[in-house]
């Protein structure tokens, strides 16, 4: 590897999908830096160009692949030396993407940390070949990443705040999903391990904010230690110097203990938020999803954590037009919102996946009437979402600041600790003096938009 910066190859990666997804991608950045490869913002101009995919429904894969045809025009126009594909989808298509992408100059699937400057450097050196390098790492067991060692991320958002994933894999088995046939089963990363990344995050990024991932965080810890012990890992978390505020997203609600509830209730750093997806509340099409829960389940764990955490915000999911789902149990499943009142909500439309148990059912549910329910359901929440955002207006909310508003000097976008990056709201926020990305400020909210908060910096704030 040449030693000269000037001299050292170029590497652009484009990274898709979840924020998981987004945490492979910084390790596979940092050890491509860590190897001598330059880091570049754009993929055109670059020597190569590093695609981390996602292969989790459909839309997803469509956008991968639309993503690797792109690189590779670029490519042939000789704006790019070499493209590599990585990630979920060369996991889950390997052979067919070897056949069916012969420009494409490497592939790595979801385990191959230790391997992709190798691969990089290899297809760098065949660019232009036509023959694409043979996966190195497709173990139908990927190991869990930097386990045990010490971690090498490059920074993929702003420094305030980092994704940190404590695991690889799932127990569940939901019919609709094929993440376990991927990632394979549930691969925790020890408690001292996941500690000493978080401290290496806070201490040499500067992150003040740490959002906990995995595909199941509620089952954290069973299959190294014989049992749950997410609440513990966030309680250690919740002690590291210089954290303000630790989030935990994707716990199934099976998981959510009575410890886990005490744990975000009595941590101050932890904030008053969890991401526990439903996915349903009919009782037949929550079996149908092998979710192992019933709509009684369901309230009684949602009135648990609200009786225990008053101030607590809740992000769920919900899936409309699953195979077999009558017009009755949408009907519940809507009534079961507009009662409960989710703070936060995605909804998806049922992917038919191939490989997932679903995708053998019947009563398929046709596009139109997948589209005429997912519209109704988010005209619902979209009334939910104003209701609670109007219960602010003239109240004062600590805010990070995440980035200056480009249309406006004196307004900075950031969000309140009920409010995780990308998927909810945001707070605009005015200020005659500057606000930088990442510091903490009392805003008083004055107004809402339809998801968002608008407020000014409040007196008190110096």
């Known amino acids: 590897m040449p030693s000269s910066a000037a001299l050292a190859p170029t ?18 950045l940092g050890r491509l830096q860590r190897v001598g490869f330059r880091a570049v913002d754009s993929v055109e101009g670059s020597d190569v160009a590093v695609i981390n995919t996602c292969s989790f429904i459909q839309d997803a894969i469509k956008e991968s692949i639309d993503t690797v045809l792109q690189a590779v025009e670029l490519k042939k126009q000789g704006k790019l030396k070499a493209v590599v594909v990585a990630g979920c989808l060369v996991q889950r298509f390997k052979q067919d993407l070897i056949r069916e992408l012969p420009d494409v100059d490497g592939f790595v699937g979801v385990d191959g940390f230790s ?4 691969v990089v450097q290899r ?15 497709l173990r139908p067991r990927p190991q869990v990443p930097h386990q045990g060692s010490r971690v090498t991320r490059a920074a993929l958002t702003p420094p305030h705040y980092a994704y940190v994933k404590i695991s690889e894999g799932c127990l569940k088995g939901c019919s609709f999903c094929v993440i376990p046939k991927i990632k394979g089963p549930l691969r925790s990363r020890p408690i001292d ?44 978390l919740a002690r590291i110097g210089g954290v303000r505020w630790i ?21 101050p ?7 526990m ?46 195979p077999g789902e009558p017009d009755a149990a949408f009907e519940r499943l809507l009534r079961f919102l507009e009662e409960v009142q989710f703070e936060r909500l995605g909804a998806f439309t049922y992917a038919r996946e191939e490989g997932s148990a679903s995708f053998r059912f019947p009563d398929q549910v046709p596009e139109g009437l997948k589209a005429e329910r997912f519209e109704r359901l988010m005209q619902v929440q979209q009334g939910i979402a104003a209701a609670v955002n109007a219960r602010f207006i ?37 200020s005659e003096a500057p606000l930088s990305p990442g510091s903490f400020v009392p805003v008083q909210i004055t107004d809402t938009l339809e998801y968002d908060l608008v407020g000014t910096v409040a007196t008190t704030h110096r």
Do not use: W
């Open 193 to 236: 391990d996941v500690v000493a990344e978080a401290k290496q995050l806070v201490e040499e990024r500067g992150a003040r904010e740490l959002i906990i991932v995995g595909q199941d965080t509620s089952d954290y810890g069973v299959d190294l230690y014989k049992r749950p012990r997410i609440a513990e890992l966030m309680g250690t």
């Open 11 to 28: 590497v652009s990666l484009i990274s898709l999908g979840c924020p998981r997804t987004l945490v492979d991608s910084e390790l596979y």
């Open 394 to 430: 003239g109240h004062t909310r600590e805010v990070v600041i995440d980035e200056p508003d480009a249309s406006d000097p004196h307004q900075f976008v950031g969000r309140t600790s009920a409010d995780c990056p990308e998927v909810d709201g945001q707070v605009y926020v005015r």
């Open 269 to 275: 750093r932890i904030c008053k938020y969890l991401d």
């Open 277 to 322: 997806a439903i996915e349903h509340a009919d009782d037949l099409v929550l079996q149908q999803m092998n979710r192992g829960i019933t709509q009684a389940q369901l309230r009684e764990t949602i009135e648990r954590l609200r009786s225990r955490i008053p101030a607590i915000t809740l992000r769920t999911s919900v899936i409309v037009g699953f």
């Open 115 to 118: 391997d992709v400057d190798l």
């Open 247 to 267: 989030r935990l997203l994707y716990c199934h609600p099976r998981g959510v203990s009575e410890e886990l509830m005490h744990t975000i209730r009595d941590e």
């Open 123 to 137: 297809a760098l050196d065949r660019s232009g070949t036509g023959q694409g390098e043979q996966p190195r790492s």
